[in-house]
């Protein structure tokens, strides 16, 4: 485990981490996915414990930006093919570090960002090259809450979930 106390950013990929990967379209050509209403306390758990999110997905999709609006992340970034230069180039805007950023993936686009990261976190139906480089692998398939409970890890590790879940679902001691 490293200093995970470092964790400024988390940068969450969409299909198989946020959804189960399966793609559905209407009869109109519309673009359909089915987000885990679970994930939501972990983006409201990091947020409270002073991290923030960029959602960065190789796909672009409606449900996307309305889930992610209502999910109130701070960036949401889709259509992004190639991934490490975009996010070197959004570590040099933001003045922080490679340490200091959590990755959430599944396959082997996200393996590029998350080798380089303090953190990474997949979930459990995650590529075995992914699973083989995550510091946590969820035992929650992508789709299902693995989101959740990677955020968990992570803040129960940092000490922090008890505290920030207390604050805000007036829950705990």
């Known amino acids: 485990m490293g200093d995970w106390q470092k964790i400024k950013y988390l940068v969450i990929d969409v299909d198989g981490t946020m959804t189960d990967a399966g793609i559905f379209y209407d009869e109109h050509g519309n673009e359909l996915k089915k987000f885990c209403t679970k994930d939501a306390a972990g983006f409201f758990a990091a947020r409270r414990a002073g991290i923030k999110i960029l959602v960065l997905t190789g796909r672009e999709c409606a449900a996307t930006t309305r889930r992610m609006g209502e999910m109130k992340v701070d960036f949401l970034v889709q259509n992004c093919k190639d991934k490490v230069p975009y996010l070197e180039k959004f570590l040099c805007e933001q003045g922080v570090s490679w340490e ?12 590029p960002g998350m080798s380089r990261c303090g953190f990474a976190g997949c979930p459990e139906d995650a590529c075995a ?13 992508g789709g299902y809450g693995a989101v959740r409970d ?24």
């Open 100 to 111: 200091e950023m959590g990755y959430l993936g599944d396959d082997l686009n996200d393996l």
């Open 129 to 141: 090259e992914v699973k083989a480089r995550a510091d946590y692998v969820s035992t929650i398939k």
């Open 150 to 173: 990677i955020v968990e890890h992570l803040l129960r590790a940092r000490g922090e979930w008890e505290k920030v879940t207390a604050e805000i679902y007036g829950i705990g001691v």
